[in-house]
């Protein structure tokens, strides 16, 4: 069956928000790439599930809204909000981040592209200074004397 890009846009993302590893991997291409802040990414389905399972790992109530997305042809603009609580260890460009318990709430804008059914790239933008100082604990307000 050819699922329209809109129909892959919703499983892919019915996927992630329900941890479906194989319902997300069905729907991604063999030679699929993804882009991410700070040269995250990969190219290859076993990459890209990899990934976006590492966001899985490091938050496991990881879930995403979308407010708006717009299709041209086969291309998917998305708008939305990550939300989760951190955890799991998050890898991340200059070094892991180990589980700090503490909740994030990240806007992203994701452009896709699809062909046959099929997720062919992801190219994710988001604020990674945002995400890391929800993630650092709170400091401690020092008082002039």
Same mark, same amino acid.
């Given at each position: ?10 499983? &892919? ?39 976006? &399972? ?46 700090? &318990? ?44």
């Amino acid at each position: 069956m050819t699922l329209t890009a809109r129909e892959a846009f919703e499983r &892919g993302t019915d996927a992630f928000n329900a941890h479906d590893i194989d319902g997300f991997a069905a729907v991604i291409a063999d030679d699929v790439v993804v882009q991410a802040p700070g040269g995250m990414g990969g190219r290859g389905r076993a990459a890209c599930v990899e990934f976006y &399972g590492g966001w899985w790992s490091a938050f496991p109530d990881a879930h995403v809204e979308v407010h708006r997305v717009y299709f041209v042809d086969d291309v998917a603009v998305e708008e939305g909000t990550f939300s989760g609580t951190h955890h799991g260890v998050l890898h991340a460009p200059g070094g892991d981040i180990p589980p700090t &318990g503490r909740s994030v709430s990240l806007d992203y804008v994701q452009v896709l592209r699809f062909r046959d059914s099929q997720h062919v790239s992801f190219h994710l933008m988001f604020d990674r200074l945002a995400m890391l100082e929800q993630l650092e604990p709170a400091s401690t307000p020092t008082h002039a004397r």
